[in-house]
């Protein structure tokens, strides 16, 4: 069938008058409903075709979208990972100042008793 599918352009430019003329003056049919149903169709054709380019249009953004959304999620996952190792960082940091801290305490400590047995 669709090898056989006319284009649309050529069924709107197709001077359908003769056969028309012909169904009114040899049939019973009313060629008038029947050009008002071919306009018909022809408008439906015209519409179907614009819907399929705003189908297209959609799918070329929608998958534009898709791309930013897949964008976006690796960002944020690199920026959780980053957010993970500036934890760490700071966690181990923490754990080097209270080291730091407790030797400190420490070695306050031994020289105030070393200065108070000194003292004695």
């Keep these: 069938m669709d090898a056989e599918r006319l284009d649309l352009e050529t ?11 012909y169904l009114k003056e040899n049939t019973v049919f009313d060629t008038e409903q029947i050009k008002a149903h071919i306009d018909f169709l022809i408008e439906q054709a015209e519409r179907v075709q614009e819907l399929e380019k705003e189908i297209e249009r959609y799918k070329e953004f929608s998958g534009r979208l898709q791309l930013r959304n897949d964008n976006l999620t690796e960002a944020l996952q690199d920026r959780d990972e980053e957010i993970k190792r500036l934890r760490q960082a700071l966690e181990n940091i923490k754990f080097e100042e209270e080291q730091n801290l407790e030797g400190y ?13 000194g003292a004695k």
């Design 11 to 21: 069924v709107k430019q197709y001077d359908d008058s003769w056969w028309l003329a």
């Design 105 to 117: 305490r420490s070695t306050v400590y031994d020289l105030a008793c070393g200065a108070l047995e």
